[in-house]
């Protein structure tokens, strides 16, 4: 059994184009013989260990973004959200290596137009439909010695 904390995952450094910004972050990773637990908030891993070739569980997620865009009236940027669920599934392809299967829904997705000091435009905000995603990956692990 594992458990990893470390003082320098409590903050981090934000650029929001123009502003610097101090955002309080944390990490929690724990591994035992049967489960395996990564969370770097605000995402969040929970993976059952059926054996040494086999992992499954459930995965969550928080992304966004802020893009530049070529101005339009006032809009000068594009900011995105979303939140993404999903069961994962990890498994052995050879040796060390491992592919990795995320399918799930995106319950919330947000769009906003920002003017040109990062300020949100009045009635810019675009929520969509729930959709679906798919996420797959091959990752090489390496055992700690």
């Not at 450094?13 to 013989?33: K, M, T, W």
């Not at 392809?93 to 299967?101: A, D, E, K």
Request: no cysteine; hydrophobic share 40%.
């Amino acid at each position: 059994m594992a458990i990893r904390t470390s003082a320098s995952d409590l903050e981090s450094l934000n650029n929001d184009f123009e502003y610097n910004a101090l955002v309080p972050i944390g990490s929690l990773y724990y591994d035992s013989r049967k489960i395996r637990i990564e969370v770097i908030y605000p995402n969040a891993q929970i993976l059952y260990k059926h054996s040494a070739s086999l992992e499954y569980g459930l995965f969550t997620s928080v992304d966004g973004a802020i893009s530049h865009m070529r101005p339009e009236g006032n809009a000068h940027y594009l900011r995105s959200f979303q939140l993404l669920l999903a069961p994962a599934l990890s498994f052995r392809i050879h040796r060390q290596f491992f592919g990795h299967l995320k399918a799930g829904i995106t319950p919330v997705r947000n769009l906003e137009w920002l003017d040109a000091q990062h300020r949100a435009l009045p009635e810019s905000r675009t929520e969509l439909e729930a959709g679906l995603f798919v996420r797959a990956g091959i990752s090489l692990r390496i055992p700690n010695r």
